[in-house]
């Protein structure tokens, strides 16, 4: 069974910083682009940006690029979201999941930016 599990979010000041994590398991990780998505409150789940499968390239919205970073770590199974000069409108739950087959969300975590 496909297990992503997101963890790292909470509560940052605008300009602050945060990483959030995804654990993945039940699927050949090194096989998959892997995604980051957010989603806020009356809105629809968005693609905030995908790293490649051996990780050596990345896409980013524009509205991120530059603040945020992608990145994983093959042999743990583990991919990462660094977000830095966080602003209000970054406020979400952020999901990880595969690209191209996102058939399970995990719990995802929140990232609230308030001042």
């Known amino acids: 069974q496909v297990q992503l599990v997101e963890s790292g979010g909470g509560l940052v000041q605008p300009g602050g910083s945060l990483r959030v994590s995804c654990a993945a398991s039940?699927?050949?990780?090194?096989?998959?682009?892997m995604t980051w998505h957010r989603q806020a409150p009356g809105k629809e789940r968005e693609l905030v940006g995908f790293?490649?499968?051996?990780?050596?390239?990345?896409i980013l919205l524009d509205s991120v690029k530059g603040r945020f970073t992608i990145s994983r770590d093959n042999a743990k199974n583990m991919v990462y979201l660094q977000m830095n000069e966080l602003k209000p409108e970054d406020t979400a739950v952020y999901y990880c999941?595969?690209?191209?087959?996102?058939?399970?969300w995990g719990q995802g975590t929140q990232v609230t930016v308030s001042s």
């Open positions: 790293v490649t499968k051996d990780g050596s390239n990345t």
């Open positions: 999941n595969r690209r191209w087959v996102p058939n399970y």
């Open positions: 039940g699927f050949i990780f090194s096989q998959f682009d």
